[in-house]
């Protein structure tokens, strides 16, 4: 009998690497799609090797259309396809009118067109075969429930994520289907994210920073019990709970305002 196979996108760090280490030891087999080809290639013979599964290195950037085509291609025609999780992304932090139109561009691509493509050829390939335990986990973020300065762009697609897999959820429920789907929506995750992005980690509580272990335990607890949104911790269920709540134009007013108060005290004007 074939192991269930697990298609993990960004997989060579944080959230991603954690989810190739969790499913490994549950027995999945893996493709690890990720552009860092030395990394993922290591990662992939260390699972590999442990777990005594079978784990792929898939080598592709995902806002090029040949890879999405290439891999959607693969994943619609998996016969022991059991999970994918869209967790491939990036951020930036400057203004939306400041930054590259080309990495804003490759964001939309990457967060929103890559994750509708391969949604398509998994559910086109999972719902036909109706096994429970199977489906997507889009990996979100809280900055799916408010618009906040300098993340423009990333909070837009995320929400997006939200809603979509809201829609494939409701779809699937009128299908009757098993195959479930989850929005993870974690906050502040301790990984090379913010690293990248330049961000200045100690504006953050400590209480709010995240492990990429105790995101993926969340999120796979939940997968199994069929949740949909799944927000990790309970401080972050509270603030967007808080944040839901509250009308549009406070949670507008209060970005603006942090921001400014942040820009003040960093550049002293």
């Not at 009757?176 to 992005?197: M, N, R």
Request: hydrophobic share 45%; glycine share 6%; proline share 4%.
């Amino acid at each position: 009998m074939s192991r269930p196979l697990a298609v993990i996108t960004g997989a060579s760090a944080g959230i991603g690497a954690s989810f190739a280490r969790k499913l490994a030891a549950r027995g999945y087999d893996l493709w690890l799609v990720a552009r860092r080809e030395e990394r993922t290639r290591l990662m992939a013979r260390q699972l590999s090797e442990y777990h005594r599964i079978n784990v792929e290195p898939v080598i592709a950037d995902l806002t090029q259309q040949a890879d999405l085509d290439a891999l959607a291609e693969r994943v619609r025609n998996a016969p022991n396809l059991a999970l994918l999780i869209n967790n491939a992304g990036f951020g930036t932090n400057h203004y939306f009118f400041q930054t590259d139109a080309d990495q804003q561009d490759a964001m939309h691509r990457l967060h929103v067109v890559a994750a509708a493509r391969l949604t398509h050829a998994a559910i086109a390939n999972l719902v036909p075969r109706a096994q429970p335990g199977t489906g997507v986990i889009n990996v979100a973020s809280v900055a799916a429930f408010a618009s906040a300065p300098q993340n423009v762009s990333y909070c837009a697609t995320k929400a997006w994520m939200n809603r979509f897999t809201e829609g494939l959820a409701i779809e699937l429920g009128a299908w009757k289907s098993p195959v479930t789907v989850q929005a993870l929506c974690p906050g502040y995750t301790l990984s090379e994210f913010h690293d990248i992005t330049g961000a200045d980690r100690s504006a953050i509580p400590m209480g709010f920073w995240l492990t990429p272990d105790s995101v993926v335990d969340d999120s796979l607890r939940a997968f199994a019990q069929r949740k949909l949104i799944v927000i990790p911790n309970w401080r972050y269920k509270l603030l967007m709970g808080f944040v839901r709540a509250i009308p549009g134009a406070l949670v507008r007013w209060g970005s603006v305002y942090f921001v400014s108060m942040y820009r003040k005290n960093k550049h002293g004007a």
